[in-house]
């Protein structure tokens, strides 16, 4: 049995005499639970929460994983008590691979034996220029470069090529902060578009909106998972073959996540899952295209 918490007869807040058996204040809405117990009662009650709680996770991850559309099915049938909030699962792992994402192994980090750093190599050009070329260049220099590649040097493209030389010169670390946040924001921003997408070719079978919504956070939740393993799996072995098998893993999740949520038969729900997959990695590259000049803009 769950331990009861310890309550108080009145509310020591408004003074609510009227508090037996209830969790919280009628008037004030204060939790009735008195604070003024021995360590151990305090201990074993985070420890209840505690294992309630990584029951309930371990068991929306299993099932997340392992089952495709049967979280948004229970959820859409109200069978919502014995698995974490779609939400509240997204924040986590979200939160999970965005920390690994910013977490860097330092097996290439080492300094370089030069007395000089060298420009940082993140493959960002602006018309011919590139970060090497404006690596350490004062304003007017960077004019001068300008004006010797042919490039208009009106407000906005000053401005860009400042922007790409502060990011040369020193600016990474801020960089990869700001396009970490702005990906975090563009992609919670993005499943309510995903959302959509499957309404709109699911329109007749989901119903509501809400339902497709739904499933959008749970897909992006599994898609969180499974990339926060791969950047794990990169840190010891190859990165690229973990990105390759990210890759066949979300589509094959999608299939079959549509087919159980749905109920289609293979071929409809097959050219589906390509159609709506292909919509999707469109506007998942607009997303980090625009995070990446957002940060540059904000840097």
Not at 56 to 73: D, H, N, S, V
Not at 100 to 116: C, I, V, W, Y
Not at 129 to 134: F, I, K, N
Not at 174 to 184: A, D, G, V
């Amino acid at each position: 049995m769950r331990h009861k918490k310890k309550q108080l007869p009145a509310c020591p807040n408004c003074g609510n005499a009227s508090m037996t058996d209830i969790n919280y204040c009628p008037q004030c809405g204060q939790m009735n639970h008195d604070l003024n117990v021995p360590v151990k009662h305090l201990v074993a009650e985070a420890l209840e929460s505690t294992i309630h709680f990584d029951s309930k996770m371990y068991r929306t991850i299993k099932a997340l994983l392992f089952r495709p559309g049967f979280l948004t099915i229970e959820f859409n049938e109200g069978k919502r008590k014995s698995y974490v909030a779609p939400v509240r699962l997204y924040i986590f792992i979200s939160f999970v691979f965005f920390f690994l994402l910013a977490f860097h192994p330092g097996k290439n980090d080492q300094p370089t034996p030069t007395d000089r750093p060298r420009p940082v190599a993140l493959h960002i050009s602006f018309y011919t220029l590139t970060e090497q070329d404006l690596w350490k260049k004062s304003e007017t220099q960077i004019d001068s470069i300008m004006a010797a590649h042919d490039i208009p040097l009106t407000t906005m493209n000053k401005y860009v090529a400042r922007k790409l030389a502060r990011l040369a010169t020193g600016g990474r670390n801020e960089f990869m902060q700001l396009l970490l946040k702005n990906i975090s924001y563009m992609m919670f921003i993005l499943m309510p578009f995903f959302a959509l997408i499957v309404y709109l070719f699911y329109k007749r079978l989901s119903g509501y909106y809400i339902r497709t919504l739904v499933y959008s956070i749970h897909y992006h939740s599994f898609l969180f998972l499974i990339l926060a393993m791969s950047i794990i799996y990169g840190w010891f072995f190859s990165s690229s073959i973990a990105i390759i098998v990210t890759f066949f893993l979300s589509a094959i999740y999608m299939f079959f996540s549509l087919k159980h949520l749905f109920g289609e038969n293979q071929l409809r729900t097959l050219w589906k899952t390509f159609v709506i997959g292909l919509f999707y990695l469109i506007s998942v590259l607009a997303c980090f295209v625009g995070a990446g000049l957002a940060s540059l803009l904000l840097l």
